[in-house]
C-alpha cells in the first residue's frame, strides 16, 4: 500500500481540520531513524507538540502518531516519547512509552481513527488521581511483575483459592521446569502432582504463606524489599520458613474489579557461606538470616491461576461450584466411555468412580480423583 498517495494526505488534512492540532505536528523525516518508532515497525509518524500544561502526566510535551504497514487493518500508536515503561507512575504505559488506548473501527475514517486516538490519549494523560488509582488496582497483577529484569525467573500456578484470610499454604518446586505450584492443603497438591504424572516425596512438598491484601497496591506501594513483605508475615510463621542459604517465596494475592488475583514474591538471601562467616558450622543464627533476607530486594512475578473456578469460566461461571460437588459413575470405559469421561472432566465434574478402564484415556480401576491442570481437568 502506497501510504504516500492514499493514507497519509487523507490524515494530514484531518490534522489540518482541528484549530488545537494546526502548526503543532509534522511528519518524521523517516520513522525507521528512531529506535522506539523502529521497534514497532512503523512506515509513517507524526510528531505532536503540546502546549504547556495541556496534560498532567509529568514531562509529556509530545506525542508521536506510529502507523505500520498493515494500516488499516492494524491500529494507530500513540507514544509518549518522555515515558517508559519501568516507571510506573502512570496507567496503562507500554513499553518504549506506548500508550495503551481503545482500538478503532477498522471501517473509519483514517482521519477519524488517528484523531481518536490522539484524544484518547490526551483523556489517559489527564487522568485524575482517584481514576489513575483504581486503573493501577483493577490491572494489579500486570504491573506487578513490570521493571524486574533478573532472569531466568520461576514461574508460578496456583490451585489455591484467592481468598482471605492470610494463611498457610504449600508449595511444590519443580526444578526442572523451574516452576512454582501453590494449593491451599497438601493432599490437593499431593492429588494434583499425581495427576500430572509426578510422584511426590514427602518432603518435596513445603509448608509455605500466603499473604492476602485488603486491595490492591499501585505500584509506589509495591514492596521493595523483603523487610516489606515480612512485616506481613506473623513472627511464628517466620521461623518456620526462613531458612539459611534458601530463597523465601510467598504468595500474595488481592481482590480487584477484574477479579481476584495472586502474585508472587520470592524474598532473597545471603549465601549459607556468607551467614556461617563468624560463627561456628551449623549455627547461623535465625536473627542473621532474617535480617539477610530483610535488606534485600524483591522479585515479583506473575501467578497464572489453575483452580477449577477459573478454569471453568475465570470465576463467572454460576454452575461450577455445583459442578464440582458432583460424582459420577461410569460402568465401562471403552471408546464411548473414555470420551465421556474425559467431557465431564473437562465440564467440571468433581469426581468420578469407573468400573472396567481403556489405555486410551488411562483410566484404571476405583476410584479416581479429577484435579486441574492447565485449562483442563483429566485424570491421571
Known amino acids: 500500500m502506497d501510504f504516500e498517495r492514499s493514507y497519509v494526505p487523507t490524515i494530514e488534512q484531518a490534522f489540518e481540520t482541528q484549530a488545537s ?64 515503561e519501568d516507571s510506573c507512575n502512570w496507567p496503562h504505559i507500554e513499553d518504549a512509552g506506548l ?40 490491572e494489579f497483577a500486570t504491573y506487578w511483575a513490570r521493571g524486574d529484569a533478573r532472569k531466568p525467573l520461576p514461574s508460578h500456578w496456583s490451585l489455591a483459592t484467592p481468598v482471605g484470610p492470610s494463611r498457610e499454604v504449600f508449595r511444590y518446586h519443580s526444578v526442572e521446569a523451574n516452576r512454582y505450584i501453590w494449593a491451599d492443603t497438601k493432599p490437593e497438591l499431593e492429588h494434583w502432582l499425581r495427576n500430572a504424572g509426578r510422584n511426590p516425596s514427602k518432603k518435596s512438598i513445603e509448608g509455605a504463606w500466603a499473604v492476602w491484601l485488603p486491595e490492591a497496591p499501585t505500584p509506589a506501594q509495591f514492596p521493595k524489599l523483603g523487610s516489606h513483605v515480612l512485616a506481613l508475615i506473623p513472627s511464628e510463621a517466620q521461623v518456620r520458613l526462613i531458612h539459611p542459604g534458601e530463597k523465601l517465596p510467598i504468595l500474595m494475592g488481592a481482590p480487584t474489579a477484574n477479579g481476584p488475583v495472586w502474585v508472587a514474591a520470592i524474598l532473597d538471601i545471603a549465601s549459607e557461606r556468607d551467614l556461617q562467616n563468624g560463627f561456628r558450622s551449623g549455627r547461623i543464627p535465625f536473627d542473621r538470616a532474617k535480617a539477610s533476607m530483610a535488606a534485600r530486594l524483591v522479585q515479583r512475578l506473575k501467578v497464572e491461576r489453575i483452580d477449577g473456578s477459573y478454569v471453568h469460566g475465570r470465576d463467572r461461571n454460576e454452575q461450577y461450584q455445583a459442578l464440582s460437588r458432583k460424582r459420577v459413575a461410569i460402568l465401562g470405559c471403552g471408546s464411548l466411555g473414555s470420551s465421556i469421561a474425559r467431557i465431564l472432566a473437562q465440564g467440571g465434574v468433581g469426581s468420578s468412580v469407573s468400573a472396567g478402564w481403556h489405555p486410551w484415556c488411562g483410566l484404571r480401576p476405583g476410584p479416581r480423583v479429577w484435579t486441574p491442570i492447565r485449562g483442563i481437568q483429566s485424570m491421571g
Open 99 to 138: 500508550l495503551c488506548l481503545p482500538s478503532t473501527g477498522l471501517r473509519d475514517c483514517p482521519g477519524l481513527r488517528v484523531l481518536r486516538q490522539l484524544e484518547d490519549a490526551l483523556q489517559l494523560l489527564n487522568l485524575e488521581e482517584a481514576d489513575r488509582r483504581r486503573n493501577f488496582q483493577s
Open 21 to 84: 492540532l494546526r502548526g503543532r505536528w509534522h511528519r518524521l523525516a523517516s520513522a525507521d531513524s528512531n529506535p522506539s518508532a523502529k521497534a514497532r515497525k512503523a512506515v509513517v509518524a507524526w510528531k505532536f507538540e503540546l502546549p504547556p500544561n495541556a496534560v498532567k502526566c509529568p514531562n509529556v510535551d509530545e506525542l508521536w502518531v506510529l502507523l505500520d504497514d498493515h494500516f488499516p487493518y492494524s491500529q494507530p500508536r500513540v507514544l509518549a516519547p518522555s515515558l517508559r
